[in-house]
Nanobody, 125 residues
Framework: QVQLVESGGGLVQAGGSLRLSCATS????????MGWFRQAPGKEREFVAS????????HYADSLKGRFTISRDNAKNTVYLQMNSLKPEDTAIYYC??????????????????WGQGTQVTVSS
């Protein structure tokens, strides 16, 4: 089982930026497809972004393209989510997830077999 620990969440004003980090314990992190999801109060969890094992392929939720960027550093076993031009509707708990068997990026939460505890992001208007 892969251990994932998110960090970097917090309170930010609308228009601001945050960078989330997700540190993992997996020995073969460089072979995992990684993803970010979020869940706002009273809403279902939704896909944010996914990155391939090499970092060369990424996939984003259509509504977030251009504002969010997913990246990874395999030497540090860490995946990042850079969030710019934040809006109040981005307020949610953000979760990092790993798919240890995926061969391509995927937006489907059921394909991710390990999840972090989440980090709260709150955007004030």
């Amino acid at each position: 089982q892969v251990q994932l620990v998110e960090s970097g969440g917090g309170l930010v004003q609308a228009g601001g930026s945050l960078r989330l980090s997700c540190a993992t314990s997996g020995r073969t992190f460089s072979s995992y497809v990684m993803g970010w999801f979020r869940q706002a109060p009273g809403k279902e969890r939704e896909f944010v972004a996914s990155v391939s094992w090499s970092g060369g392929s990424t996939h984003y939720a259509d509504s977030l393209k251009g504002r969010f960027t997913i990246s990874r550093d395999n030497a540090k076993n860490t995946v990042y989510l850079q969030m710019n031009s934040l809006k109040p509707e981005d307020t949610a708990i953000y979760y990092c997830a790993a798919c240890t068997y995926c061969v391509a990026v995927t937006p489907h939460s059921y394909e991710y077999n390990d999840w972090g505890q989440g980090t709260q992001v709150t955007v004030s208007s």
